[in-house]
């Protein structure tokens, strides 16, 4: 049997209703904030992802999938090295969805020097090569916003308040959430903070694992988040960014805790959350479910560096993303499901002699906007009764020979078992408003 690959998800049935109203919500909310929709390519050449997430990153060093077309493949299995590949033949599919924003900015110039700033949400797959486990995968759905052409702190606020709508939209109660946040410092202060991390860790070598070590090279602050409990122990005294912050970040993050403050959102200050990507600069924030089991349910940060990095011009940006699937875990761990009902729907039923008829009735009703099922195994009347309760129909509609000489139509309410005679060409209009119901 052909079998999918290990860390995918087949999305259908409730779980893709769930994915869709994920998606409705976020058009709603968004849209009320004034967010366009966006789709990036799902694949982009592998140094837009190697400008913005960081060579150091576990997401582009380990973590992501490589395209080669047909036609490349074997020469570079051949030579056993892309090197000869021209940048726009290395090729890989997205794993996150702001790098991928922010070319697109660059190139199409969304955001002209002195304009308002550009606010674009997307619902997407990402794709990312982990080792598959819950709440883990290697191809998962995000949806995320990003906000280019603006520092100003009150955004930062916004974003994040956002971000607990989105939440709470979704189901959750505000209690159940915890929002983490930190300021990474910026160009001006962030270099001297990972040189003294760096230094932090070399003095206690001996203490460290492996992989610590050779983030103090690449990329020092990731230590804080290892998932080595006795590295964390050790990092839990190393220097703090937000006691090594310059004034203007200092004042910044200042700013973005007061704002958060007067909309009465609670915040845990979190000096050790990194964030996993390179790009971010000032404010970063994470959001967990206490008791999920499933990690975070969504983070971003600003990136007022990334703009530059992609080739454009100093444009600064904040964004965040949420996972579908880690949500969806977390709500059901608390009991809530993201699943909406299947659309209610009308089932038309008749004798064997008048299936002629029924494909005309379910034409009309479609036409009308009405969701139709109808049976095409030539069940019994009987039968067809049962599968219009198995399909949710709320209501069913009967065409004898009787009727359709008369042209009318039986028209069952499949809760209240009421029935009334209904002529053929009101059956619409008539059906249409008790559906909606
Ligand atoms: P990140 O860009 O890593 O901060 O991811 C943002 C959100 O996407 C996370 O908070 C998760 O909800 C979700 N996410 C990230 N990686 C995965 C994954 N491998 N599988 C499922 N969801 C993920």
């Known amino acids: 049997m052909a079998q999918k690959v290990q860390g995918t998800e087949d999305l259908y049935g409730g779980y893709m209703r769930a994915w869709q109203h994920m998606l409705d919500v976020a058009r709603d909310l968004y849209g009320s904030y004034g967010f366009d929709q966006i789709e990036t390519p799902a694949i982009e050449q592998v140094d837009t992802f190697v400008h913005g997430i960081g060579?150091?990153?576990?997401?582009?060093?380990?973590?992501?999938?490589?395209?080669f077309s047909g036609a490349l493949l074997p020469?570079?299995?051949?030579?056993?090295?892309?090197?000869?590949?021209?940048?726009?033949?290395?090729?890989a599919m997205r794993p996150e969805g702001t790098a991928g924003v922010v070319r697109a900015a660059v190139e199409n110039n969304f955001v002209p020097q002195g304009g308002?700033?550009?606010?674009?949400?997307?619902?997407?797959?990402?794709?990312?090569?982990?080792?598959?486990?819950k709440g883990r995968l290697r191809q998962f759905h995000q949806v995320g916003v990003e906000v280019l052409g603006a520092s100003d702190p009150a955004l930062d606020a916004e974003v994040i308040i956002m971000l607990m709508q989105f939440f709470e939209?979704?189901?959750?109660?505000?209690?159940?959430?915890?929002?983490?946040?930190?300021?990474?410092?910026?160009?001006?202060?962030?270099?001297?903070?990972?040189?003294?991390?760096?230094?932090?860790?070399?003095?206690?070598?001996?203490?460290?694992?492996?992989?610590?070590?050779?983030?103090?090279?690449?990329?020092?602050?990731?230590?804080?988040?290892?998932?080595?409990?006795?590295?964390?122990e050790v990092m839990t005294a190393a220097p703090l960014a937000k006691d090594n912050l310059c004034d203007d970040c200092a004042a910044h993050y200042a700013q973005v805790k007061a704002y958060l403050d007067e909309a009465g959102v609670a915040y845990v200050e979190d000096?050790?959350?990194?964030?996993?990507?390179?790009?971010?600069?000032?404010?970063?924030?994470?959001?967990?479910?206490?008791?999920?089991?499933?990690?975070?349910?969504?983070?971003?940060?600003?990136?007022?560096?990334?703009?530059?990095?992609?080739?454009?011009?100093?444009?600064?940006?904040?964004?965040?993303?949420?996972?579908?699937?880690?949500?969806?875990l977390a709500l059901k761990a608390l009991g809530i499901s993201l699943e909406t009902s299947a659309e209610p729907c009308v089932y038309v039923a008749c004798t064997p002699d008048q299936r002629a008829k029924v494909f005309s009735v379910a034409q009309q009703l479609r036409a009308a906007g009405v969701r139709t099922e109808e049976d095409y195994q030539g069940r019994s009347l009987k039968s067809q009764f049962k599968q219009a309760d198995k399909v949710g129909a709320r209501i069913c509609v009967v065409l004898g020979a009787d009727e359709v000489a008369a042209g009318?139509?039986?028209?069952?309410?499949?809760?209240?078992?009421e029935?009334?005679?209904?002529p053929l060409d009101e059956l619409a209009a008539y059906v249409a408003p008790r559906l909606a119901k």
């Open 271 to 328: 000096p050790t959350l990194v964030r996993g990507l390179d790009y971010y600069t000032r404010t970063v924030f994470e959001v967990d479910v206490a008791g999920s089991g499933v990690g975070a349910i969504g983070g971003g940060g600003r990136y007022d560096g990334l703009m530059e990095l992609e080739g454009g011009r100093p444009t600064p940006g904040i964004g965040y993303a949420v996972g579908f699937e880690r949500i969806y």
């Open 75 to 91: 020469d570079v299995m051949e030579r056993g090295s892309e090197a000869h590949l021209k940048p726009r033949q290395r090729m």
């Open 55 to 67: 060579e150091s990153t576990d997401v582009v060093r380990k973590e992501m999938f490589r395209v």
């Open 408 to 417: 009318v139509a039986t028209v069952r309410d499949m809760a209240s078992h």
């Open 169 to 232: 939209r979704l189901g959750f109660s505000r209690d159940a959430l915890m929002l983490r946040i930190n300021s990474m410092g910026d160009a001006a202060c962030r270099p001297a903070y990972r040189k003294s991390v760096r230094q932090f860790i070399l003095d206690h070598a001996d203490e460290m694992c492996e992989d610590c070590l050779e983030r103090a090279e690449v990329n020092p602050l990731r230590a804080f988040d290892c998932k080595n409990d006795h590295c964390r």
């Open 419 to 422: 029935q009334v005679k209904v």
């Open 116 to 133: 308002a700033p550009v606010k674009v949400w997307y619902g997407e797959a990402m794709f990312r090569g982990e080792r598959p486990q």
